[in-house]
Each structure stands twice: as structure tokens, then as C-alpha cells.
């Protein structure tokens, strides 16, 4: 199993970025696929979810009305469209798939896990 996060980069305070995560070797129709992030010094932090069933999002306090999740079955991939990026927002965004689960928000329902990628917004 991979999943291969892309997308992230050096912006400035407001720009915007999309992430990509490409999932190989599962069924990623029957997987709900998460975002989090870590930046340097602190826990980890649920970014936003996507159901495999419905396509229901959850998303983390901190990005709710600027982030959104999608995903798009045929292609294995989901995306995460970050709008009004704060260097608060500086991390690395790692993306996550969890078998058929709803407690998406939990990193302990998730069983695999890519590599991440560097989001780095400066004010």
C-alpha cells in the first residue's frame, strides 16, 4: 500500500495550495481517507476527513470555512483545497486511509499512512 502526498510548498500569508494524496494497492472506494499535519514541536492535528461511504467531510477547528476535502474515486486520489493559508498552517500534511471507519478524526483509526508533504506559509 502507498499513498503519495504532493502538492505542498513555500506561499505567502492568504495564497492558496492543493494537496494531492494517490492511494496504490487497496480498494480506495471502501477506505475513509484523512488529513493531518504536524509542524515542528507539536502533537499532530486532524486536518479533515472524508467518509468511503457517503463523501461526508469532517473538518478540525482550525481549518473549518477554509479547507476542503474531496475525493475522486476513479482516479484513487483525494484532495485537500487550503484557502487563506496562515503560518499557522505551517506543517507537514501527511494523508491516511481508514477501512471503512466513521470516527474519522481519530489517528488511531487509521491504519495506513504516507510520507507527507511540506506546506510552509510565511507572513
Known amino acids: 500500500v502507498q499513498l503519495q502526498a504532493s502538492g505542498g510548498g513555500l506561499v505567502q500569508t492568504g495564497d492558496s495550495l492543493r494537496l494531492s494524496c494517490t492511494v496504490s494497492g487497496l480498494t480506495f472506494g471502501s477506505y475513509t481517507m484523512g488529513w493531518f499535519r504536524q509542524a515542528p514541536g507539536k502533537e499532530r492535528e486532524f486536518v479533515s476527513s472524508i467518509r468511503w461511504s457517503d463523501s461526508s467531510t469532517v473538518y478540525g477547528d482550525s481549518v473549518k470555512g477554509r479547507f476542503t476535502i474531496s475525493r475522486d474515486n476513479a482516479r484513487n486520489t483525494v484532495y485537500l483545497q487550503m484557502n487563506a493559508l496562515k503560518p499557522e498552517d505551517t506543517a507537514r500534511y501527511c494523508c491516511?486511509?481508514?477501512?471503512?471507519?466513521?470516527?474519522?478524526?481519530?489517528?488511531?483509526?487509521?491504519?495506513?499512512w504516507g510520507q507527507g508533504t511540506l506546506v510552509t506559509v510565511s507572513s
Open positions: 491516511a486511509a481508514a477501512f471503512r471507519t466513521f470516527n474519522a478524526y481519530q489517528a488511531s483509526a487509521y491504519r495506513y
